[in-house]
């Protein structure tokens, strides 16, 4: 089963992905046999409860981890071959993550957290155009330790855009938050996707975030169990959980 | 934590090692020394004297305090040795024909004692015999009063006044060309025209004697014979350069492990913070279940003492190693019956203690900090490290900063104390090789010094008597000499308010071209026309400066007294010496022009014929070959220090690599979420070593100037210990040591780099996106 989008450039384009860990004597089957598409600008949630495969599903999207089986590509770039640099290439050029814990750098502000990726960017944003937009203008020079969490968050998701990536890729970034700060979070991974029309994937358990996505994918035991295209995609401050 | 471990175990096996290897060599000379002594009998004063009736042996054994004596006829003669062009000096010394000698008792190795009646027997000692390969039965020619005498070797002997066989003026033994040889009493007399008298006393004394006035009473009978002033054992030559190698481990024995052990307690403070921090909440649940503080800072003690007493047993075996090592070694230099290695356990426990005690202080804080935690508290993780901008951020020096680099100033800056310690143990085993390979760079700029820029001459000829320079024209004029310096000892005791020292007065030519005075600054100095010039040691051991007058006692000849100003001080590493104007001191003298010692410059091309002629001249003492010293002392002292300074290398290397390794494997513990998550981020494999790395090589860096620094410093250290009437070692490091000792560390640090790279190359990934530290 693979959604279409008319008119839309597909970004990624996966089939038959399968993964298997092995965890001491036992094999665990993350994934099996996943076949995806994101396309261009489309805001995607996969959710999914923990265990299901989605972060697995993520980690293959964002160069981080191969298939054991199956094709996954890029703008018609192979990311299944298991080269270090190619990956890091990958992921350096075209890939913004934000984590749930925000791994910023302690010993960095915030700007200087979101230059670390700005300096190494073939055209980035100024850190400061980055944290701008995340509204932390006010708070350049603040260290992490400094910062509350969704505050932290906010630095994170700066640091993912600045360099102006093609797809921004959210390993369940509200899960340390709380509802509100959660919100301010969500808000401004809209506007990043709005603004800047960046292919954005959120990978969450929460099914109240599925109402602001384009399209939400539900993952269940290694499977895509669920397509849902949104005709009316809510705004973050509707949501509610 | 097993490789961490595993080094920190190594350095405290260096530690237990090196402590181990001073102390075993310590009580085994000691023990050896001192029970050798008490076997043989060796004597407690010596004297001697020019020519004196065996009659005045009366009043010697009648001073108070004297339970033993001995006389003797003692003579240095040039030998003949088959195989050998240069000429060599034998000492002959008379023992009993009938009994075996009361005091210094020889020791025969092989063959048998002299028998009565057979004027040509001879014991020799050991050392010459084994560089000669003289057994029992061979021949060796000794020229005595200008006729060859064969002497008939029956047995190879040892004597406790020769364990260290050098003679006075020499810098080093060296057994080729010098041979102690023991002949019946009536022979040796017959040969020297002796018979009736002696000129040599060897005393005993009670226990409960006074040696200073024994010594004074002995000086007041012999004065008349040509007295040359009495000495305690304490004086004595061989027993002197002995005494001194104890008192130097003694010393010694201390540094060293002292440092490795330090650099232990560091690390085991910095992996045991570690382990404590990753185990945190495991503690508080162990506090929760109800587990007490002590039994918790028990668990974490044993962990300590496990390391220590891994550490303890490498280092017990290294150290046994090392010390039999160090045993062998010192069986080239002193010839003792037996030398045995030795492992008192007073040394085993001390080594443990010590090590333990050491890593104990290392770690208590660390652990008390641990336990004192409250469980709810140490349930949660550890707050979020607090940074600030640098110093050099402060500055204004921002922009010179990329962010991986900030990265790694803000991290050696938050914890100073923890990257100076880091920084301190690599430039300790900087230190320790400059500690290890300086006395070679020393030794080397001492003969160059010694025999290049001070002793100009080939071949030095002492006389058995001082003659009129006219008498020696026959020398002059031998085969191959290019110039000759003539050239007067006297022997004297130079006093200064109430200290007073045994020395000789060198009388030297105006202008001498082959015996250069040198000052500080090894710039050649004038001879003043009258006047004394004594070195720096002999002034500082009298207490005396340039203007004060000395008085000096001459123990020779009419033996006068005079009163003398000191007009100069020169710089010399070696013994205690004067000098003077040869025309002043014959004037002083008022015995004529007379000399008896000759430097000589040599056409290398005419050396053996100038050997053989000096060999059969009689009035020659002793020859002595420039060369052929250097060539025996770098044979032996080199050879060795080389061997040793392998294992210091080695040790070097253990410090240098446990310390960065350490240093890097915790940063990597500490910092592998942060380091993984700039890989997910696009950071290459290089970039985030970089960060890594780049730490690991800034506090190399700046490890390197200090532990140069320290070295010198450890250096300046050791050559205070060994600054003696004996010799004194300069500091001299060469830059070949230096760019050693900084090479061995910057390996060691790109090594364990490379280690831990390696594990960088492997950091995973995706489990830092799902975890909080």
């Known amino acids: 089963m693979v959604p279409s989008r008319v008119g839309a450039k597909s970004v990624y384009c996966a089939r038959g992905i399968t993964k298997i860990y092995r965890m001491g004597e036992v094999e665990v ?3 099996r046999g996943v076949d995806l598409d994101l396309f261009e600008g489309e805001f995607v949630v996969l959710l999914g409860p923990s265990g299901s495969g989605k972060s697995t599903l993520l980690n293959i999207l964002g160069g981080l981890d191969v298939p054991t089986a199956g094709h996954v590509s890029y703008r018609g770039k192979d990311l299944t071959s298991n080269d270090d640099a190619l990956l890091t290439g990958y992921r350096r050029r075209h890939v913004g993550f934000v984590f749930q814990f925000y791994n910023l750098i302690p010993s960095l502000t915030a700007k200087e957290n979101v230059a670390l990726v700005t300096e190494i960017a073939q055209n980035p944003m100024r850190p400061e155009e980055a944290l701008e937009m995340v509204n932390l203008g006010h708070r350049l020079d603040h260290f992490p330790a400094q910062l509350s969490g969704g505050e932290q968050q906010r630095v994170a998701i700066a640091r993912a855009i600045a360099k102006r990536p093609d797809v921004l890729l959210c390993d369940e970034p509200t899960g340390a938050l709380d509802i509100e700060t959660g919100i301010v979070v969500l808000e401004v991974i809209e506007r990043v996707n709005r603004e800047l029309g960046t292919t954005t994937a959120v990978i969450t358990h929460n099914a109240a975030i599925a109402g602001m996505a384009d399209r939400v994918i539900s993952v269940a035991s290694g499977r895509i169990s669920h397509v849902k295209t949104n005709q009316h995609k809510q705004q973050p401050r509707e949501l509610q959980w | 934590m097993w490789g961490q471990l595993l080094a920190i175990c190594a350095v405290i096996a260096c530690g237990v090692g090196t402590f181990i290897m001073t102390q075993s060599a310590l009580a085994g000379l000691s023990f050896t020394q001192q029970s050798y002594y008490e076997q043989s009998r060796f004597a407690r004063v010596f004297s001697n004297v020019k020519r004196a009736p065996l009659s005045v042996g009366k009043y010697i054994a009648e001073i108070p305090g004297v339970s033993q004596m001995q006389l003797r006829v003692v003579r240095d003669v040039t030998l003949d040795v088959t195989g050998m062009t240069e000429p060599a000096v034998g000492r002959l010394i008379s023992v009993p024909e009938h009994s075996a000698p009361a005091l210094n008792a020889l020791y025969l190795r092989s063959g048998r004692y002299i028998e009565p009646n057979s004027p040509d027997e001879a014991l020799c000692s050991e050392g010459f015999a084994k560089m000669h390969g003289l057994k029992p039965g061979d021949k060796v020619t000794a020229i005595i009063n200008g006729r060859r005498k064969e002497l008939e070797i029956v047995g190879i002997a040892l004597s406790p006044e020769y364990v260290y066989q050098i003679r006075a003026g020499q810098l080093v033994p060296d057994d080729t060309r010098f041979g102690i040889f023991w002949m019946g009493e009536v022979a040796l007399s017959a040969a020297f025209d002796m018979q009736g008298a002696f000129n040599d006393i060897c005393l005993d004394l009670t226990s409960d004697a006074n040696e200073a006035e024994v010594l004074r009473s002995l000086d007041r009978i012999t004065r008349p014979y040509g007295g ?22 003694k010393r010694m024995g201390l540094i060293v492990p002292g440092i490795f052990l330090l650099v232990a307690a560091f690390l085991l403070n910095v992996v045991l913070s570690r382990i404590i921090a990753l185990q945190r909440d495991q503690i508080a649940a162990l506090k929760a279940f109800g587990y007490s503080n002590l039994a918790i800072a028990w668990h974490y003690l044993k962990m300590v003492i496990v390391v220590v007493l891994c550490g303890e047993l490498i280092g017990l075996g290294v150290g046994c190693m090392l010390g039999m090592q160090i045993m062998n070694l010192y069986t080239k230099f002193y010839r003792f019956p037996s030398l045995v290695f030795m492992l008192p356990m007073h040394v085993v426990l001390g080594s443990f203690t010590v090590s333990a005690t050491s890593a104990i202080l290392g770690t208590v804080g660390v652990i008390h900090k641990a336990v004192s935690l409250p469980p709810a ?87 058995v008597e001082p003659y009129s320079l006219s008498a020696l024209y026959e020398l002059q004029h031998m085969p191959g000499v290019i110039r000759t310096e003539p050239g007067r000892m006297v022997g004297i005791k130079m006093r200064f308010g109430h200290h007073e020292r045994r020395v000789a007065i060198a009388g030297l030519q105006m202008n001498p071209q082959l015996s250069h005075l040198v000052d500080a600054e090894e710039l050649p100095i004038r001879l003043p026309e009258a006047g004394l010039v004594i070195n720096t040691k002999l002034a500082s051991l009298l ?47 008022k015995d004529g022009d007379l000399v008896n ?32 010293s250097i060539r025996s002392f770098r044979e032996t002292v080199m050879e060795n220090m080389l061997q040793m300074q392998f294992f210091n290398l080695m040790f070097a290397c253990v410090i240098a690599f446990g310390v960065v390794y350490n240093t890097a494997r915790i940063a990597l513990s500490e910092r592998g979420r942060e380091l993984a998550s700039l890989r997910v981020l696009g950071l290459t494999r290089g970039e985030i070593s970089f960060i890594l790395l780049g730490e690991l ?14 070295g010198f410093g450890l250096g300046k250290i050791v050559t205070t210990f060994l600054d003696t009437e004996l010799y004194r070692i300069p500091l001299v490091v060469s830059p070949k040591t230096l760019s050693m000792a900084v090479s061995v560390v910057a390996v060691a640090a790109v090594a364990s780099g490379l280690v831990v790279r390696r594990k960088l190359d492997h950091l995973d990934l995706i489990a830092v996106l799902k975890t909080r530290e």
């Open chain 2, 377 to 463: 508290e140490a349930m949660r993780p550890e707050p979020p490290a607090s940074f600030r901008p640098t110093i050099f951020e402060r500055l204004g020096l921002n922009s010179w900063l990329s962010q991986t680099s900030r990265i790694i100033v803000r991290n050696i800056e938050r914890r100073p104390f923890k990257a100076m310690f880091s920084s301190l143990g690599i430039a300790l085993s900087v230190s320790i090789i400059i500690l290890g390979h300086f006395s070679t760079d020393s030794l080397n700029f001492l003969l160059e010094l010694q025999f290049q820029v001070v002793q100009r001459q080939h071949v030095s000829v002492a006389f």
């Open chain 2, 597 to 628: 010692t000759i430097q000589l410059l040599v056409d290398q091309k005419h050396r053996d014929e100038l050997y053989k002629k000096l060999k059969e001249t009689p009035k020659v003492a002793s020859v002595t070959i420039k060369e052929a």
């Open chain 2, 543 to 589: 207490g005396v400066k340039r203007g004060d007058i000395v008085t000096i006692e001459v123990l020779e000849g009419a033996q006068p007294t005079w009163q003398i100003p000191i007009a100069a001080l020169v710089t010399e590493h070696f013994g205690l010496s004067a000098y003077m104007n040869l025309h002043a001191l014959n004037r002083l003298m």
């Open chain 2, 697 to 710: 090589a800034v506090l190399t860096l700046f490890a390197i100037p200090l532990g140069i620094l320290l």
């Open chain 1, 29 to 31: 089957h993350a994934l």
């Open chain 2, 228 to 249: 040359m002033g009495a000495r305690g054992r304490r004086d004595q030559i061989s027993n002197k350069f002995i005494s001194d190698e104890i008192s130097n481990l």
